[in-house]
């Protein structure tokens, strides 16, 4: 609507309420005043303020209402805080089916009317009143204090959360620092503290704080799909942005760069940590917090959703005593979580495991582990040449990003120790070609190879809501399934509930492709006839 407000001279000349030369006399008085046009069109005695009330009515298709003749209940009053009715001059009228409607003296634009959907997590409608009338009614009903807009959207944030979750976080160490120079510096603690409350009470995997044209962004990323959880006003992007800086030990006066940095928080009693990126754009900076649970991370192996047969396939292959494992899928597939899960698994006191990682996102209990600096020198094929010197049983590479280290990785497997690392492919005969786009030779790759798995995350369907539904024998075809091989199966769909925010999904499970080198692939491999659609069509699985 804003973008139609800055129109409003013109059709006031169209429908002749006003003259040109009016209309300039009136921008005058605007300028130097620093009012809204209607208010200076009233001050010269051009037009009334119930004319101008009917002319948005016309031209906004808003109803007039006489707040004089309306009584409004002391429930419907309460619903908006004071502070806020004084400061943007509106007033709540009514409540009905979750719709509460304010009386305003001209259309707000649309950026306001979304801050008061997230602040009080209802819809909004308008009607119009005069001025005087919105003045007269709120002096009735209002005893009115001043106080800063952070205060009255923090109120309506802790008012929103207490219903959903009880539990609060405690960010440890860093939540006391001092944040000199910045606006409402309480409020802003508590807002950024409540921002990643909620996102763990969701579940979320990552915190979006997005800057745009017009307001701050947050949205949350559950079960691998991004949903808008809150709209912040513009003038608490600076506040909530250093604040995320602080905390994660990045520097608030460089805004130019992309920075990254730490969190780290205690949430009933479980030790998380928080990775924070920090990228400038055209509206200021994007924070993008990833949450990584320790107790997630190190979940055991049975737990990650293999089949039996699968299982029992890379148990064989993580206990060969020399290889490469590689892990394939892309970004947020849960490679990471596989590779500290089988290495939780093969840690044991008889056994030496160093790992190169980039960033270090856990610290584990009996493993050397080291991560990457690139500004010394302290690179993946560096580390991987030193850990051989250090006796090693097990080595995990957390990426084989190029050639060297690729090689570097060969050679640690041809010399006796299991090599643990994630390449990037959609799936695992992928992986054997893009070795050798790398430029490793086919030999090596033949010899040193012992498996790949490609993984991917699946939403499941909540099993609070879940109900059977059925589909038709087209509908199956279309979705690539036969249908005599579907016959006896059950199918089912989550309905939404309160479990699973109306979604019908709760929770991800692992998928995998497991494809465990033989003597067929390995000879394949050494005559580089193993292209991916070749190996596809072998019966490996």
């Known amino acids: 609507m804003k973008n139609v407000l800055y129109k409003i001279e013109h059709a006031l000349l169209n429908k002749g309420l006003i003259n040109k030369e009016q209309l300039d006399k009136a921008q005058d008085v605007q300028a130097k005043e620093r009012i809204k046009l209607e208010d200076a069109l009233v001050k010269l005695g051009f037009l009334t303020y119930s004319e101008i009330v009917q002319f948005f009515s016309s031209q906004y298709d808003l109803p007039v209402i006489d707040l004089d003749k309306t009584t409004i209940s002391p429930e419907i009053i309460n619903l908006i805080p004071a502070q806020l009715v004084k400061k943007h001059h509106l007033l709540p009228v009514s409540k009905d089916n979750g719709v509460i409607t304010i009386a305003v003296s001209s259309p707000p634009d649309l950026g306001f009317i979304d801050n008061l959907r997230f602040m009080f997590n209802a819809d909004f409608k308008c009607v119009l009143a005069t001025p005087e009338n919105i003045k007269k009614a709120i002096n009735k009903y209002y005893a009115l204090e001043p106080t800063e807009t952070v205060d009255t959207l923090l109120q309506a944030l ?34 950024v503290s409540l921002i990643i409350n909620k996102a763990i009470a969701s579940r979320a995997s990552d915190i979006h ?42 520097d608030i006066s460089e805004k130019r760069r992309p920075q990254d940095g730490r969190i780290g928080i205690n949430y009933q009693g479980k030790d998380l940590d928080i990775r924070v990126s920090c990228l400038p754009s055209i509206y200021g900076e994007s924070i993008v ?39 394939t899928g892309p970004t947020g597939s849960g490679k990471t979580t596989t590779l500290y899960a089988t290495i939780n698994e093969l840690n044991k006191g008889d056994t030496k495991i160093i790992t190169a990682e980039d960033p270090v996102e856990y610290t584990l209990k009996g493993i050397n582990q080291c991560e990457v600096n690139d500004k010394i020198g302290f690179n993946f094929p560096t580390i991987l040449r030193t850990m051989l010197r250090q006796d090693p049983n ?7 990003r190029d050639a060297a280290t690729a090689d570097t990785a060969i050679a640690a497997a041809l010399t006796g120790h299991l090599v643990l690392s994630t390449l990037h492919t959609n799936d695992a005969p992928s992986a054997v ?68 925010n109306n979604i019908g999904y709760h929770g991800r499970i692992g998928i995998y492709e497991l494809l465990e080198m033989n003597e067929t692939l390995r000879d394949m491999t050494y005559r580089m006839a193993a292209t991916a659609a070749r190996l596809r069509r072998l019966p490996w699985r």
């Open 158 to 191: 802790k008012a929103r959360e207490s219903s959903q979750t009880g539990a609060e976080i405690e960010i440890t160490e860093k939540l006391q620092i001092e944040t000199k120079g910045m606006d409402d510096e309480g409020p802003i603690i508590q807002l």
């Open 394 to 400: 097990i080595i995990l590479v957390g990426e084989i």
């Open 433 to 500: 070609t893009r070795l050798i786009d790398m430029g490793i030779k086919s030999f090596l790759i033949a010899t040193s190879l012992q498996g790949i798995m490609a993984q991917r995350l699946v939403r499941t369907i909540c099993t609070n809501c879940k109900e059977p539904i059925k589909y038709t024998p087209e509908q199956l075809l279309e979705m690539g399934f036969e249908i005599d091989a579907l016959k006896d199966f059950s199918f089912y769909k989550g309905k939404g509930c309160i479990k699973c």
């Open 209 to 250: 704080v997005e800057p745009l044209s017009n307001r701050l962004r947050v949205r949350y990323r559950i079960d691998g799909v991004c949903q808008e959880a809150d709209v912040l006003p513009k003038q608490l992007q600076d506040s909530v942005i250093s604040r995320i800086k602080i905390l994660a030990n990045i």
């Open 289 to 327: 917090m990833r949450l990584l649970e320790k107790s997630t991370i190190l979940m055991n192996l049975k737990y990650l959703g293999f089949c039996e047969n699968d299982y029992k396939r890379f148990h064989s292959i993580i206990k060969k005593p020399n290889g490469i494992l590689l892990i």
